[in-house]
């Protein structure tokens, strides 16, 4: 329902401003769902990056808040491909990047190999494609800062706008472009190229989304509350379940009591849990935090968080585009059962999915680029397997 709403609000708009020119409507409304609000050539980039890219720029730009419907404004990055653009314009991948923090500092446009997505994009723009990596909104330096500062974490809604609003930006910044794109990303990253394949027939309509490949994504999440309740978390759970209540505090500052799920330890750490330092420092940190430190208060409390997690878990509704789902057996974040009941709901909404399950391999082990192929058929507009049918009836690919 909180998506509904939002959606509801922001259609109107974005459909009524997508009715000139890209120039056109960026030049009548600054708030223009992938209007540019500044852009500069991207500085200290690793080589490989330089050396794939014809054109490197980072850009603030203008998209929604799926918590409130404000207007946010974004940072991230643009590259473009050496060669000649097709007739049609080099069609473009949004690249969602993965897990790096909630802190401003955390975003990939401010990293040389942009936190470990360098690789990713130069295959992508060996490819010949348009890449454009959003920071999510509340990470990175915004030419115009906005009230709401924060980074609302794993809030699929706000992910899934920044993602396609990233696509308008790279468009109009990049003139020999194409309508067609395709969203990819893993981990957060992951579930933001699920969220945008989920909002893309209402608020992308403007765009043609081909594809979206979501690679162990955090999809379904609410199993870390039962989890937190029952003293289970691990540490790589702890750090994602620390980071999520701290972006709940955040977004509903006045209804959310953060007290009643953190104390002890954890909350004499908070700050140093949220930054993007050393994960394995982090990680040593939340080791240390006792499970009574996250346990949910009381049963109130813990039925309050779990309807929390339920307006941002996905699926929230059925999908535009096929898409590739790629996911692990040893995720320490996110069980294969958790993906398990993601992907069957999905596909009880009529979605197309194609899907690997790697048992052997962990969520870090589950890079981007292997979807590269995948994505570059359904651009040449081949069909896309689809696992449905045999994932619900009990065959796991």
Known sequence: MVRVLALLSVILA???????????RTAEDPDTAGHVIADAPADNLDQALRDAASSARTMTYASRNGVNDAVSHVTGSVFVPKGTPPPEGFPIVALGHRNTG????????????????????????????????????????????????????????????????????????????????AALGAQEGGQAAWAANELADNYGNDLKLVAAASLAPMAQFTGLADAAMAGTLNADQKLVYVAYLAALKNEYYYDFELDDYRRG???????????????????????????QDLRPASPAALQTLRGYLQKTNLPQGPTQAPMYV????????????????????????????????????????????????????????????????SFTAGHKP
Request: aromatic letters at 8%; proline letters at 7%; a negative charge.
């Open 14 to 24: 974005v459909v009524t401003a997508c009715g000139g020119s890209a120039e056109q």
């Open 265 to 291: 330890a954890a909350e004499q750490n908070w700050d140093a849990l949220l930054n993007c330092g050393d994960v394995a420092q982090r990680r040593a940190l939340a080791d240390k935090i006792a499970p």
């Open 102 to 181: 909630t802190a401003p500092e955390c975003a990939a446009s401010l990293s040389p190999d942009l936190l470990g997505e360098a690789a990713t994009v130069v295959a992508l723009l060996d490819a010949g494609y348009v890449v454009t990596v959003p920071d999510y909104q509340g990470l990175g330096k915004p030419a115009k800062p906005d009230e709401y500062d924060f980074h609302p974490y794993l809030d699929s809604t706000t992910s899934g706008f920044t993602m396609i609003d990233a696509v308008r930006a790279a468009r109009n910044l990049v003139p020999n472009t194409s309508t067609s794109w």
């Open 326 to 389: 790629i996911y692990g057996g040893q995720d320490s974040v996110i069980p294969a059962a958790w993906t398990d009941q993601a992907i069957a709901d999905a596909c009880q909404m009529g979605d197309v999915m194609q899907i690997a399950f790697w048992p052997d391999k962990g969520r870090e082990q589950i890079d981007p680029v292997a979807a590269l192929g995948w994505l570059t058929d359904r651009m040449k507009s081949l069909p896309s397997a689809n696992d449905c049918p």
